[in-house]
């Protein structure tokens, strides 16, 4: 059964949001063949949307280009001790947006993504390096055991001030 979210469940969505840089992306390759990989992340200060900086060289760059629904999911890392399942995580269904060099919004998404991950400062200069806009439609959040919740656009927005 899934829970309604409160002020202690919104923290923590925003959290495992917030907390983290990494997270496993899915997309649809060749022939709707699943494919998942690893990806950095960088989040809107409002939850509405999440930046990649993604290579022509990978193969979810190219997934992404020809169809643009995908899945990304965050999840708190495995320490080793505790039982695994009771990891927050966030799964989200996603539209996938390539951004232009010399779109408007690309300066703010760049400036937004090292703000996260300065260390990718010199992946900026490389011609195969596009930033991809992923836009949620929804998706679940897992606290633990009995602790799912149903996530909206709306649901986000209101973690992203929590």
Known sequence: MLQRFDEESMAWLAAVVRDHRSAALASLGPGGSPSVSLVSYADTRDLSAFWLHVSDLSAHTAHLRHDPRCGLMI?????????????????????????????????AAKARYLYKLPQH????????????RLTPSGGLFNAGFGKAYRVTPSILGRAGKA
């Open 121 to 132: 400062e010199m992946m900026f200069g490389l011609g195969d390096f596009h930033l991809v």
């Open 75 to 107: 999840a708190a890392p495995d320490d080793g001790e505790s039982e695994p399942l009771q990891k927050h995580r966030l799964m989200l269904d996603c539209w996938a947006d390539v951004l232009e060099h010399d779109d408007p919004e690309y300066p």
